[in-house]
């Protein structure tokens, strides 16, 4: 089996009188795909700011390729080639796609490097047409693209996505779909989503949050067919 490059233990998240992360403990391997579902409120964007850097956990561990991360604060955890696109929009509008990504890989690289690397991009997600269109006026669904881009400018080993699927269209979320699952061919991903189609189509595991635990954690076909899982989702999510 693949090594293991993340692993959270007994991690919690406390604000005031909410528990959003109450215990949770997972591994992820090199090169694993990994969805994090559950309902509304259910601690999932909690976690995932808690494995990147946005929040210092209240207890707990986190350890990414052996590195004892929790409380580092986003930059450290990014340089240690970790790609991360959050749930809010960080794409600077009066500038161009691909003077965004061109930024994004500048951080990291030196400029003959950086100039390859926005090539590369805007080819591998499609962009190329809108390379000098200025961010601020783009189409919801090419600024999710734009912003994975930015996620990967730094060539990162390990991706993580807060719901890149959210507002698509069910054709624009296919097409982020696959782009991940390209990805997926060389570095691990773990994306948070809701989008139940676009779960099943790319996940290979899925990683189940419910009222800040994980009440389940196993190859999508199976976690998606369970019974509590089902439950949870109950009328509202699974389709
Ligand atoms: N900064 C915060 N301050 C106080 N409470 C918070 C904060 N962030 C999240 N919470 C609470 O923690 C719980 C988990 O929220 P979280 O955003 O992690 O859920 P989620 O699974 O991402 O939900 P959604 O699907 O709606 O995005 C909720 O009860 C939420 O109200
Ligand atoms: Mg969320």
Known sequence: M???VVEAEALVMRFDGVIAVNDVSMRLRKRE???LIGPNGAGKTTFFRCLTGQYA??????WIEGRAVA???IHAIARLG???KTQVPSLANGLSVRENIWLGARATMPLAKANQRVDELLTELELTAHAATLTGSLAHGIRQMVEIGVALSSDPWLLLLDEPAGGLTKEEAARVGEVIRKLNQRITVVVVEHDMEFVRSVASRVLVFHQGRVIADGPADTVLADTLVRQVYLGSKVR
């Open 33 to 35: 795909l990994l969805c």
């Open 71 to 73: 409380g580092w604060p």
């Open 57 to 62: 956990p209240s207890a707990g561990k986190i």
């Open 82 to 84: 970790v790609g991360i």
């Open 2 to 4: 693949a090594e293991v």
